[in-house]
């Protein structure tokens, strides 16, 4: 492994294109090439010690922290020392890692030929150089690495036992079988890293939507630089079909963008001059010009690749326990493999050393754990991938294990279940006035206020509230607006407005939960409108698919005031809803389930719910591109802002352990049967190498599956992307989100004044 302070690690890890997806966490971003990045975890056919590793002090129990990009982060994985049993070069040939296992399978069938013929060369010295020509092919490596693991301390992994069992086949002279152990050995290893290599797509596809290189506008004069090399505050363009190299603002537009590597979304994004566009969207359009805001190792996207990185290092309980068993079971059987040759002479009257010495080494090829320790990692490694493909990051697979073990899930109301914006949900005039007309006026007025809620019903009236007459506009503060439009004197605000004016309004304007905009035309009441935060269109069916897979519990905490949050609970089907809470208040509640004994997620929006997304088993950040504190402290980042993919974690969750558990099964009861036979005489080297490499591809295939299932509920299919949903006849609108004074706590009870 290339040391991570060494002024070439560049150059390192592209010579021996070997950056591991666990490992590349201990490396800066700006030591770690794209190359390097990108490079598929080669195992050198022999080479991966996975017994070795036991990732000590890589480790993340409490962790609820990201590697920083710029380094910091990298005493976070210090003790995390692969030893020389970690070499993964490709030896002597090069790219092409089936040549020498090809060599040796011929050198094999043709010495087979020459032994089943009887060939009068073919003996003594000649056979045996013969056979070892073809055994170091591909045995060279593996004793390497038997013998250079030794001085760390890792002596009992899979490679002693495969150099014990091939050399002892030699030693009796069982030249054919030594090759053959050795050849499938190394063939099911290469095939193993195909798997693992597929399993990895997804996960490099992130990898690889950083931009190599990015045009910069320089005193009038353009210019193509690293993006390492570009500073905040210069001006970059972006050609139609190009990744965006580093976050900024869009100062030439408008622009479409594929953001799926981001979001998982395959539905373009259209940005306005001035709105942010990030790093890895795709200009899908036009030329476009784009103001940098942040360097190139502060971009959301490099964040999300250092979670991503740092997420297979935090090991699920049954990975865990596997690399404990595989450190305890490898030194066990090994014994029991001296012991099957020992015992035997002083109990078996025609003790014969050969034959029990056969039956020790066909017991040692057998007990490899290459099953449990290779396919284990790859099924959380795929259930990742899985996720991420669904525009879902798990920080660790860990997660995944807790994801499925959830009874109940915490949801915040705003920018969760809600869309997070102002529209205009209701228009209800009064006798002698339609609709238009109030709108009509009401939205002309409302075009001199600066008010969230005034610009919601800007944005509904929309052109028809343009070119009428508006004059002596008179704000009242904490009531709402006065003044005339086209000549009549219009009141537009909260009920205290009319109160103010003498205006009698029904008596059922105050039992509306809604915030209102009450009217009132020449003295007269004319109506209201109610602006209100919509559900997102997958928030119901998202309570639906967690109460069908096995979510007892359902629970939304606001800080909106209660009769909004105990509406929306009622429309969407929620067990249990408080409102008018502060974010303690949020963090007493969670704490009060988890001393219930509850297992539990809370979901936010990552920023004011911080303190309780930390709190909970499992934090889950909804639309985490668009806040760095989402990043930092959830476990897992929803990077749409679609509910309805709590669900979908919870499937990937379930599906993972199965498949893991279905290997764990496999492995066990396989080399069980084998290893009885074994030591019994009665299962020979190739049934050994069914039961190690056999199975080990078996479960590695089964693992595979995984980034094959279909996690969509049957007939719902992707969610869209969020919209507002139209009420009655009216189109409803939206604007920008609500601001965080008005996010955080309860409305005013009288409704907000305009």
């Known amino acids: 492994m290339p040391d991570p302070t060494s002024p ?34 080669g195992h050198d056919v022999p080479g991966h010690d996975h017994a070795e590793h036991d990732h000590t002090g890589h480790n993340h129990p409490a962790g609820k922290k990201v590697v920083d990009l710029g380094g910091k982060g990298a005493d976070e994985h210090a003790g995390h020392d692969h030893g020389s049993g ?21 050198l094999l069938l043709a010495g087979i030929a020459l032994d089943y013929y009887k060939v009068g060369f073919f003996t003594g010295y000649v056979r045996l150089g013969w056979y070892g020509i073809a055994f170091l092919l591909v045995g060279w490596k593996v004793i390497r690495s038997a013998v250079q693991s030794i001085p760390s301390g890792n002596i009992f992994n899979e490679f002693l036992l495969m150099s014990i069992a091939t050399l002892g086949a030699f030693a009796i002279g069982e030249y054919p079988e030594g090759v053959a152990v050795m050849l499938f050995y190394t063939v099911g290893e290469l095939f193993q890293d195909a798997a693992v290599n ?32 570009v500073v905040v505050g210069d001006t970059i363009e972006v050609k139609p079909g190009e990744k965006v190299a580093l976050d900024g603002t869009l100062t030439k537009g408008p622009a479409s963008f594929n953001t799926a590597a981001l979001t998982g979304e395959s539905v373009p994004q259209t940005k306005q001059t001035g709105e942010p566009v990030l790093a890895g969207m795709v200009n899908l359009e036009s030329l476009i010009q784009v103001a940098v805001t942040a360097n190139y190792k502060d971009t959301k996207l490099a964040k999300i690749l250092a979670m991503v990185q740092d997420a297979v290092g935090r090991k699920a309980k049954t990975q865990q326990f596997i690399t404990k ?12 493999a001296v012991l099957l040759v020992a015992v035997p002479y002083f109990v078996v009257d025609d003790y014969v050393f050969r034959n029990w010495l056969y039956r020790a080494l066909v017991f040692l090829v057998i007990s490899c754990p290459c099953a449990l320790v290779i396919s284990i990692p790859l099924g959380y490694f795929g259930g990742i991938g899985a996720a991420s493909k669904a525009g879902i990051l798990f920080k660790g697979s860990n997660f995944l294990d807790v994801m499925r073990e959830l009874d109940t899930v915490v949801m915040d109301k705003t920018g969760t279940l809600t869309q997070g914006i102002f529209a205009v949900q209701q228009v209800q005039p009064a006798a002698g006035l339609d609709a238009p007309q109030l709108l009509r006026l009401v939205g002309a007025l409302e075009t001199k206020s600066t008010h969230p809620i005034a610009k919601a019903v800007v944005l509904h009236v929309g052109a028809a509230a343009t070119g009428v007459s508006v004059e002596n506009v008179e704000e009242i503060s904490g009531h709402g607006l006065r003044g005339r439009v086209d000549g009549r004197d219009v009141l537009a605000g909260n009920t205290k407005l009319l109160t103010k004016f003498s205006v009698a309004y029904p008596a059922e304007v105050d039992q509306v939960l809604d915030s209102i905009v009450v009217a009132a035309v020449d003295g007269k009441y004319a109506g209201y409108l109610t602006v209100a935060d919509a559900p997102k269109e997958d928030a119901a069916r998202t309570v639906q698919e967690l109460r069908a897979d096995g979510i007892t519990k359902i629970v939304m905490l606001s800080g909106d005031k209660d009769s909004i949050v105990q509406r929306v609970a009622k429309e969407l089907g929620i067990d249990e809803a408080h409102g008018g809470l502060l974010p303690e208040d949020k963090a007493r509640y969670v704490q009060e389930y988890k001393d219930a004994g509850r297992k539990l997620a809370f979901v936010g929006d990552g920023v004011n719910d911080a303190p309780v997304v930390a709190l909970a088993d499992v934090g889950i950040a909804m639309g985490g591109l668009g806040s760095d504190a989402t ?19 919870r499937r990937i969750a379930r599906a993972t352990h199965r498949v893991v558990w279905q290997n764990i099964w496999l492995a066990f009861i396989v080399k069980g049967v084998v290893l009885a036979l074994g030591a019994g005489g009665l299962a020979t080297m190739w049934e050994a190498v069914f039961a190690d490499v ?11 599956r995984i980034q094959r299932m279909d996690y969509a509920t049957p007939g719902t299919g992707t969610p869209p992307a969020a919209a507002a949903v139209p009420l009655a006849e009216e189109n409803v609108s939206v604007v920008e989100p609500m601001p965080r004074e008005l996010r955080d706590g309860p409305h005013h009870p009288s409704g907000p004044s305009t």
């Open 86 to 106: 970690d070499d993964h070069d490709h030896g002597p040939a090069g790219d092409n890692p089936y040549l020498w296992p090809g060599v040796s399978f011929a």
């Open 8 to 41: 070439n690690t560049d150059e390192e890890l592209n010579t021996a294109k070997q950056a591991k997806l666990e490992n590349v966490g201990a490396l800066s971003r700006d030591q770690l090439t794209p190359e390097a990045a990108a490079e598929p975890e």
């Open 694 to 704: 056999g199975v080990a591809l078996l479960a590695i295939l089964n693992a595979v």
């Open 631 to 649: 990043i930092e402290t959830a476990d897992v980042v929803i990077q749409t802002d679609h509910p309805s993919k709590i669900a979908t974690a």
């Open 325 to 336: 068993f595989a450190k305890v079971y490898t030194p066990i059987v090994v014994l029991l």
């Open 198 to 229: 597929r399993a990895k797509r997804s996960i490099k596809a992130l990898l690889e939507i950083q931009a190599t290189e990015v045009t910069v506008i320089r005193n009038g004069q353009t210019v193509v630089l690293d993006p390492k090399e």
